[in-house]
């Protein structure tokens, strides 16, 4: 199958790495960098951005599309799912069913789109009963994306995210927002307890249920690359990946 698999930036290669390990097809990825963070843009924006990316991917005759990115889940996928006839498969429906496996308590680090949202609250709270505490962990993205070179700004925003976790000992943190898996050991080494942290994109590797191809291919496309973008690319499949830059119209 053709699987087209999208996100603002980074965080979307992650969740590919992931569920291509398990699941084979001809994928094509677009991420958009240039015009990362979308968590801090309106809901009227990412609607805008997805339609052109949609529309992108749309050209390699995508079968089966996975929506990498929580934010634009959080604030576009009815419209996408009402504007396109394609199955629209949600980062965000995958975190809530890994979370429901769970129990107790949850932190939800998302951007700040996807707090204001509530989805995951909403979601996780309509089925189960349990404090749900969203934080919205603005700094990260932004970080990431500049290949975490960083260091001091990393370390200074995960003690000030994880300062609720290491203070009420909240058993699940929920990553909601596909560039954190990227940064999980990071949040693993300030963790002073024990948490089991939700990766959505785990769980969505075990719920592809299209055919499989023969072998993997990766198309990969972003709007903006950068020497961290390849970086962080390379770091994440653990090998040279070739990246093409292209513009959205
Ligand atoms: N990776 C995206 C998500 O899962 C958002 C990052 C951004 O703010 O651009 O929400």
Known sequence: MKVGVFDSG??????????SQKNKHDYYFLGDSLRAPYGDRSSEEIRKFSTQIVEFLAEFGIDHYVVACNTICATSLDFLREKYRYTFLSIVDMGVLETLKTKGDVLVL?????????????????????????????????????????????SDALDEYLNFA????????????????????????????????????EYLKDHMDFEQSKKNNLHLFMTSKTIQTQKTADQIFEKKVDIEQVSLK
């Open 110 to 154: 998302a951007t700040r789109r996807t707090v204001e949202t509530h989805v995951y609250k909403n979601r996780i709270q309509k089925n189960s009963n349990r404090n749900v505490k969203e934080i919205a962990a603005v700094k990260l993205v932004p970080i990431i994306e500049n290949g975490m070179e960083d260091r001091k700004s990393l």
């Open 166 to 201: 290491n203070k009420n000992k909240t058993p699940n943190i929920l990553l909601g927002c596909t560039h954190f898996p990227i940064i999980k050991d990071e949040i693993e080494k300030k963790l002073k307890y024990k948490a089991n942290i939700i990766d959505p994109a």
């Open 10 to 19: 980074l965080g979307g290669l992650n969740v590919l790495n992931t569920i």
